[in-house]
């Protein structure tokens, strides 16, 4: 056993000190110290070996005495030993403040730690172990800077210092520099191969930060080596092997992580590890008993946040997130930056979300997102936050950037649906559908849920196709779906059923079911569930999952509103048949049966209801309509007030209708009471406006605001009432409001503007009730009475009349209609036969029409007094005897129009045919002169190939030769007599022109003046018998025709081609014997030739 020898002062002798049995009281051996004057390093042996048997009291009473100031002034000259035992206390102190975790006593002890580690620079400045522990000090407190600057005095002194080298590596590490700590820890084991294996461990946690795991796990499999109890090497390895996320290396971590607990139970690090493994397993007093002992062994921070978020999260899954949130808090303090250790601030972020701190949490996930920033999950919470603080906006913007993080996440898309179905339906519908493709492209499953809503946004938008299709997809196989086969097989004639085992044909069944013949069975069929008895005994399985209710639900409500709804009324009673509980159902088939008028039965559908929960506000709220429109007012008033308290005064539906009941109060049939009605109608706008408060969207409270508007008088304010709530109702398929139309059309009526009041009644009827509503009818006779549009009105009754003829008042207005028909017609100033033909056949009409409705036996049941009518009979009787006399008139008037539209006509012929013959005479004019023209250029051409013989036949060549000279002066003259001569040939030729043209217009006038006698004929015919004698005096001989020419020969200068006259010219030239031709001066064909080229 390890012994210390203590020599005697002044003796040979030894006082031996076995380490192993060192005593109690540290007094005993510092006595022996003091005495003895033994040297410093015992000293700082045995304080050591106090410390390594846990007795840190007597090691710190040893180390304090050693350093007091009594032995530093006895041992003056030693100066390493007195050295060694402060930087030992230092150290101690280091420690004490590096485990302490109250901040004030971690204060202290750096203070401690300070003051020794400056007592031993004191000493001596420059001494390295007293530079490595102030590093250690200053890395304990978190001065990294100041911790690398005291390691590298150390190192700039003696570079292979090893403990300067591996705190500096600690330096390093904690910067975040692992490849530099790595050469450290490479460098201090080349220095000191026998280095504890802990330095390896340093080596490992180097490589396993560079991501180089393979080095890691060979350096922490070193270690194990060298210590096989190394704990923190075995946490190491077993941390690689749970990052494999493998079955066999989870499994082999875990066994490790195991072992480590079991060598040293108080390793926060295996703990912590422990605890999350129980977490997931479901242990959840497990994770809390580890992450407390975590707690309790450790001081280190990211260790200690671990095991708070561990303790945290098992609180978050049992529900108890007061607690939850607590430990979170403490976790995020223990890691102030959230980039190192970020899953607290998201765990925080959603207890705060939960317990409502909106903005704290808001905050958290932000922290979360700026060191995940493609973090899916941290965007959808982030949209989900900003739902509930109702900005919008930024909902739909952190949602956008979740598809694009991960566009195939369907869960962003279901999530952006539900955000914007309320106010983008069309963009809810289609982030559904994407949702629904990935789900199926991923072969998950779709949900119910997300079949159903799509179904729903199609219905909302008219499309029932699509909308049909959607919940068949969501409802599956069942018992409904044979219905809608049944049906569909009904509807074709060629399908055939199927049987049951007893021969009964499944489609017969079904559709016997959805159309019963026998009509009581009709009228209570709404209540029967014997089908589905039959269906069982047949065995068939009639079953319906309770998450297809709400979508077996939505279908039949489709179903009614494509008008079946007999199959509607089967699912209804289906799920009341699988559960009898389900209120909605009966509402439905009491609705179904009030639209078909059955008070009775819709009113027991309703009592049960009511039996299923007596404080069903919609179930109240029908009663009451049901016992107002029964005129039970009272009960009705009492009813609708049930509702409302049953809500607590919130339903606004509930307060309407005591708004409705107030109006309907106002303005009963029965003798008003001025000062009661205006109480009703205030109340009733009181109750409006009260509704329009809560809900200002609310149609109907803006549609019943404007009714009493418009029974105060107020109009304008009223039609603008009414035109917001038609455009607001425009594009809903679920609202449906023709009272909006209808009361629009009123107030256009009380204003007088009956076309725009004609109009909206007519497009009420059109678009609400196919043109099929005798109510409306009325209305629009009514307009059209007004405005004195009898025809249209009679038309209008006739066809109210054709759809409810048990409707006695719609005769009755006939009646009156063609009685003002026809005595507004018979007080025209003007009027036609037809006319009072057509008011005596409507007066008769009318006559036929009052004697029917005064020989009724059940007068006073429709509201009409006998008397009255017979006054209407009275007075049409009166009408056609003062329509006689009307008729009479008539006739003799139209046989005078006649007359003087026979005249008018006999004049307007006479006048046709002179235009005609004017016409007529132009014609043949103009058809002579061309005719005129055509022969004329026919003429030219003969005689110029007559000509032209006559050239070829007349005197030879050789003659033309021998012309004289002197010729040529007479030829000039000769050729001036011929330019006379053609001018007087032209003359000739205008003469004959003008004479041709009136010949023709004298024929011409005595055919015109045959058809009008009138025109002055004495003048027309001396203009052309003047006309004639100019003809006749410019009309002289030519001395061409002495040569034998004829006189059409004159119109070559006008009329004969150009080409002819060249073609003479080059004749006369082509000839040897010119001056011959010269001298025959006489000759009718030179002096043509020179009459030509004079032309020319």
């Known amino acids: 056993m390890a012994s210390v020898y203590i020599p005697v002062q002044n003796s040979e002798e030894e006082v031996r000190v076995a ?10 051996i510092l006595d022996i110290l003091k005495a003895e004057q033994a040297p410093l390093d015992l000293w700082l042996i045995i304080a050591r070996e106090y410390f390594k048997q846990g007795k840190i009291d007597q090691f710190r009473q040893i180390l304090e005495e050693g350093s007091s100031p009594e032995i530093d002034e006895y041992y003056a000259d030693v100066r390493y030993e007195r050295i060694a035992i402060l930087n030992a206390l230092g150290a101690y102190y280091s420690y004490l403040g590096k485990i302490e975790t109250k901040q004030r006593e971690k204060e202290e002890h750096f203070i401690m730690a300070t003051q020794y580690y400056n007592k031993a620079s004191r000493i001596d400045m420059h001494e390295p172990s007293t530079w490595v522990g102030k590093g250690q000090l200053l890395l304990a407190k978190g001065d990294v800077e100041q911790a690398f600057a005291a390691f590298k005095i150390v190192l700039d002194g003696d570079r292979d210092n090893v403990p300067a080298l591996l705190g500096q590596a600690c330096v390093q590490f904690s910067r975040g520099r692992y ?36 080095k890691a796990k060979q350096a922490f499999g070193r270690v194990l080596q060298l210590d096989p109890e190394n704990v923190d090497a075995l946490v190491a390895l077993a941390i690689l092997d749970l990052q494999n996320n493998e079955a066999s290396g989870i499994r082999g971590g875990m066994e490790k992580m195991q072992r480590a607990f079991e060598m040293y139970p108080y390793c926060a690090m295996a703990l912590n590890y422990l605890a999350n493994h129980f977490f997931f397993t479901g242990q959840h007093f497990l994770v809390e008993q580890l992450t407390e002992t975590a707690l309790a062994v450790t001081t280190h921070g990211p260790t200690k946040s671990h095991s708070y978020y561990n303790l945290a999260r098992s609180y978050h899954s ?110 809810a519908l289609e982030a559904f559908k994407t949702a629904r493709n990935l789900l199926k492209k991923s072969n998950e499953e779709v949900p119910i849920e997300l079949f159903n809503n799509i179904g729903v946004l199609h219905f909302e938008r008219g499309e029932f196709e699509l909308a049909a299709q959607s919940f068949k997809e969501a409802l599956g196989d069942g018992t409904w779906s044979r219905f809608l086969d049944a049906k569909a097989r009904s509807d074709d004639p060629t399908s055939e059923g199927l049987l049951y085992p007893n021969g009964e044909a499944q489609s017969d069944l079904f559709k016997s079911a959805q159309y019963p013949i026998d009509a009581s069975a009709s009228v209570r069929q709404y209540k029967d569930f014997q089908l589905f008895h039959r269906l069982e005994e047949q065995g068939s399985t009639v079953e319906l999952p309770w998450n297809k209710v709400s979508t077996l639900f939505n279908m039949a409500r489709l179903l009614e509103q494509l008008h079946d709804t007999e199959t509607a009324s089967i699912f209804y009673r289906l799920i009341l048949f699988k559960y009898p509980e389900y209120e909605d159902a009966y509402l439905r088939l009491a609705a179904i049966a009030k639209a078909r008028n059955n008070v009775q039965l819709s009113n027991e559908l309703i009592i049960d209801a009511l039996k299923v929960n007596e404080k069903c506000p919609d179930a109240l709220l029908m009663l009451g309509d049901l016992e107002l429109k029964n005129d039970d007012w009272v009960k009705a008033k009492e009813t609708f007030r049930a509702a409302k308290d049953a809500t607590d005064g919130n339903d606004s539906y509930a307060t309407l209708c005591l708004g409705n009941w107030n109006y309907f109060a106002a303005i009963r049939n029965e003798k008003r009471a001025p000062k009661l009605e205006a109480t009703h109608l205030e109340k009733a706008k009181e109750l409006y406006t009260k509704v329009l408060f809560q809900h200002n969207a609310n149609l109907y409270a803006a549609n019943g605001a404007g009714v009493v508007l418009a029974e105060k008088g107020q109009f304008d304010i009223s039609k603008d009432l009414f035109t917001q709530v038609q455009e607001a109702a425009s594009g809903n398929v679920f609202v449906q409001m023709p009272d909006v139309w209808i009361n629009l059309a009123h107030v256009h009526f009380a204003q007088g503007n009956f076309a725009l009041a004609v109009k909206m009644y007519q497009n009420c009827l059109r678009k609400f009730y196919h043109n099929t509503d005798s109510q409306v009818l009325l209305y629009l006779a009514r307009t059209h009475y007004e405005a004195e549009q009898w025809q249209d009105c009679k038309k ?36 036609t ?36 009518i017979e006054t209407h009979v009275g007075y049409c009787k009166h009408l056609l005897e003062a329509a006689k006399v009307h008729c009479e008139a008539a006739e003799r008037e139209d046989q005078q129009n006649k007359q003087r539209l026979e005249l008018a006509r006999q004049v307007t012929l006479a006048e046709e045919n002179r235009r005609k013959a004017e016409e007529q005479r132009k014609y043949q004019l103009e058809r002579r002169k061309q005719e005129d023209e055509l022969k004329q250029v026919m003429q030219q051409e003969q005689h110029l ?47 004959q022109y003008e004479s041709e043209e009136a010949e023709a217009e004298m024929d011409d006038q005595e055919e015109v003046d045959y058809v009008d006698r009138n025109r002055n004929y004495e003048e027309e015919s001396d203009y052309q018998t003047n006309d004639h004698d100019d003809q006749a005096e410019n009309n002289p001989q030519d001395l061409l025709a002495a040569a034998g020419l004829e006189d059409s020969d004159a119109e070559d200068d006008t009329v004969a081609p150009s080409s002819n006259a060249s073609r003479r010219r080059q004749a006369l030239s082509e000839s040897d014997e010119d001056e011959p031709l010269r001298t025959q001066g006489s000759d009718g064909e030179g002096g043509e030739n020179v009459a030509v080229d004079d032309d020319e």
Not at 208 to 214: D, F, V
Not at 339 to 359: A, I, N, S, T
Request: glycine share 6%; aromatic share 8%; hydrophobic share 30%.
């Open 945 to 991: 190939e007559r000509m032209k013989e006559q050239w070829k036949s007349s005197t030879p060549a050789s003659k033309r030769k021998d012309r004289p000279q002197n010729d040529d002066d007479e030829g000039g003259h000769g050729e001036r007599r011929r330019k006379k001569g053609g001018k007087r040939r032209k003359r000739d030729k205008k003469s």
């Open 19 to 28: 380490l192993d049995q060192l005593p109690r009281d540290a007094s005993d």
């Open 179 to 214: 490849s530099d700590s790595l050469e450290l820890y490479k460098r201090a084991l080349q220095v000191y191969p026998e280095c504890p294996a802990a330095v390896r461990l340093g080596i490992g946690l180097c490589r396993y930060k560079l991501g180089q795991l393979e």
């Open 318 to 427: 049992k529900g108890d997130y007061e607690k939850a949130g607590m430990y979170y808090m403490a976790s995020v303090k223990e890691s102030s930056k959230p980039h190192e250790f970020v899953l607290p601030y998201y765990g925080l972020g959603q207890v705060q979300l939960k317990l409502g701190d909106l903005r704290s949490s808001l905050a958290n996930f932000e922290k979360v997102l700026e060191v995940y920033p493609e973090s899916s999950e941290t965007v959808k919470a982030l949209a989900h936050i900003y739902v509930q603080l109702g900005q919008t906006e930024k909902v739909q913007e952190y949602l956008k950037k979740a598809t694009k993080i991960d566009p195939r996440d369907p869960q962003a898309f279901l999530d952006i649906g539900e955000l914007l179905i309320s106010n983008d339906p069309a963009a």
């Open 796 to 831: 209008t009754l006739l066809r109210a009349i054709h759809l409810a003829p048990s409707n006695y008042t719609l005769r009755f207005d006939t009646g009156v209609a063609l009685q003002k028909f026809s005595a507004s017609t018979l007080q025209k100033t003007k009027r």
């Open 833 to 868: 036969v037809d006319e009072v033909r057509s008011t005596v056949a409507e007066l008769k009409n009318a006559v036929r029409l009052f004697s029917l409705l005064s020989a009724a036996s059940n007068l006073h049941v429709h509201g009409f007094d006998e008397k009255k």
